[in-house]
């Protein structure tokens, strides 16, 4: 079916169904979930080798079909340069959910064994408080020595 802007307004489900997913002609891949909730979605739907994929791109009441057209349009031509859209995003998730903080739970039980563990832990929760947000892939050596810098300022070394 070829999706305009009214149809994606409009369509309802057929009763007895709780999901359907349209597709748009005019745009390889494009559909409009629609769900029994009311909800309204724009997918990207594609195949990588063997494997079916499908990436939600937003809502259908806060993105408008030509903009869904665009962003299927992009995904469609990385599709076809042999990236897979959906892999990347989870791995942008998955690194971003790896912080500072939660290597810092990994890290300080297993350094009980330590001489001096106390310390380390203090410099690690007290004094590099600033860092526990932040990606631990952007947690550098400049990161660390203005850390350093901060706290022989504030703290005289301590």
């Not at 369509?11 to 005019?26: M, Q, S, Y």
């Not at 030509?66 to 989870?90: I, M, N, Y």
């Not at 892939?137 to 706290?151: F, N, P, S």
């Amino acid at each position: 079916m070829k999706i305009t802007q009214r149809v994606a307004d409009t369509i309802g489900l057929p009763p007895g169904k709780t999901e359907i997913i349209v597709f748009d002609d005019a745009q390889p891949g494009l559909g409009l979930r629609l769900r029994c909730g009311g909800s309204r979605a724009w997918i990207y739907q594609y195949k990588i080798g063997t494997k079916h994929r499908r990436i939600t791109l937003g809502s259908a009441s806060a993105i408008r079909l030509d903009d869904a057209r665009a962003t299927a349009t992009k995904l469609h031509a990385q599709v076809r340069l042999g990236f897979d859209p959906a892999a990347e995003r989870t791995e942008r998730r998955i690194a971003a959910a790896e912080t500072f903080e939660a290597a810092l739970r990994l890290y300080l039980p297993r350094q009980k064994a330590r001489v001096r563990p106390i310390e380390i832990e203090r410099y690690l929760t007290r004094y590099f408080r600033a860092l526990h947000q932040w990606p631990l892939l952007k947690v550098d050596r400049r990161a660390v020595a203005e850390a350093l810098a901060k706290i022989e300022d504030e703290h005289g070394g301590a």
